[in-house]
């Protein structure tokens, strides 16, 4: 944890030559080998959280805009059926009017119309199981190796050692944690 990572480190600064953990002495060396195992696991488990929270955001990103897309298909598959029964309706109508008129009604408009709906249903049916089929997301292999250096001054940086504003920042999230407790 960042707290175990901070004390060994704290001990590695004090300059001794040996240490002693759970009633067992370590030298120098094998302490700064173990923290730097620990900052690394520490580094790897915070940058997995973090690729794991974007996968997610961008999951649900991608679930909310196919939601939107089904919304939208579906409100134009109501709109038309109903427009399919107003041309059901228009077509009994002549049917009607054609068998008491006797007059001989064109319906090459009427078919090139259905054709038309069908090819729009259609459409929707293609762009519907399109988007499920959608949405796979891959992995992500490091390509850069990572940079050393000197581990005591990165393990500074990355937790603010030494500046004051983060200094401050974790004195108040301790007393905040403290007061909660």
Do not use: C, W
Request: hydrophobic share 40%.
């Amino acid at each position: 944890s960042r707290d175990n990572i901070l004390r060994l480190k704290g001990d590695l600064e004090s300059g001794s030559v040996r240490f002693v953990y759970a009633g067992q002495s370590f030298s120098q060396e094998q302490v700064r080998d173990d923290l730097a195992h620990r900052f690394d696991q520490f580094q790897v488990h915070e940058q997995t959280a973090q690729k794991l929270s974007q996968i997610l955001a961008a999951r649900q990103k991608n679930l909310n805009a196919a939601k939107a897309k089904l919304d939208e298909m579906l409100n134009a598959k109501r709109a038309l059926e109903v427009e399919i029964e107003n041309l059901q309706a228009r077509l009994t109508m002549v049917e009607v009017s054609k068998t008491a008129s006797h007059i001989a009604v064109d319906d090459s408009q009427l078919s090139r119309t259905r054709q038309f709906l069908d090819d729009i249903r259609n459409r929707i049916d293609v762009e519907e199981r399109t988007m499920a089929s959608e949405g796979a997301l891959t992995g992500m292999i490091p390509l850069d190796e990572p940079e050393s250096g000197d581990l005591l001054t990165e393990i500074a940086d990355y937790f603010g050692d030494g500046r004051a504003e983060i200094e401050e920042l974790l004195a108040t999230a301790t007393t905040a944690t403290e007061a909660n407790q």
